[in-house]
């Protein structure tokens, strides 16, 4: 049995959520998101609460119910808060800065690596050394994040890169020496 799809999601106040078939569209504050779900899954919407439910005990209705109450969850928090996914870049001379929409960041490249944001997708430089990405799409904020830390990981044996805000990188010891060892 299915404990993430039985949770009712509860409907923030200036949310509202509209069920045409297996295209659900979800306005709010902060903008409108549209998606298809699985067309098995029912969705009902009764006095500020949205609940899915799936039709059989089978295999892939099991799965379909959690994952399409967690898209729907992503979407009404999405449109009434956003998300936010905040990065670090550590190393020296490592710097971001924008340049209008876009983001210049410079890792020790060349040249600069410039970030072109999609639709929907704000890129926010408070710091020397810190980006955050706001979006109302959760997909599309963690796919950009990844992106950006894609530009320079950060390295297991110096801890320089770009890494996600309180990430832990598990450091590698350097090369242990050739001690007593000459021939």
């Not at 892939?60 to 992503?74: D, E, K, P, Y």
């Not at 956003?82 to 971001?96: A, D, M, P, S, W």
Request: net charge positive; proline share 5%; hydrophobic share 35%.
């Amino acid at each position: 049995m299915s404990r993430v799809g039985n949770r009712p999601i509860t409907v923030p106040r200036g949310v509202e959520v509209l069920v045409e078939g297996n295209e659900v569209t979800v306005k709010g504050p902060k903008g409108e998101l549209r998606r298809s779900l699985p067309q098995d899954m029912s969705i009902s919407v009764q006095d500020g609460v949205v609940t899915v439910s799936r039709p059989t005990d089978s295999r892939i209705h099991r799965s379909l119910h959690g994952f399409t109450r967690s898209m729907l969850a992503n979407m009404v928090e999405g449109v009434s808060e956003g998300f936010r996914k905040n990065l670090e870049l550590h190393g020296v001379g490592y710097r971001v800065q924008k340049s209008g929409d876009n983001l210049m960041i410079q890792v020790g490249y060349s040249h600069p690596v410039e970030i072109v944001p999609p639709a929907g997708i704000t890129l926010i430089s408070e710091a020397l050394n810190q980006v955050s990405v706001l979006g109302i799409e959760k997909e599309l904020v963690g796919e950009i994040a990844a992106q950006i830390r894609a530009v320079r990981p950060p390295d297991r044996y110096l801890g320089k890169g770009i890494r996600y805000a309180g990430e832990q990188i598990r450091r590698k010891a350097g090369k242990a020496g050739k001690l007593g060892r000459r021939k």
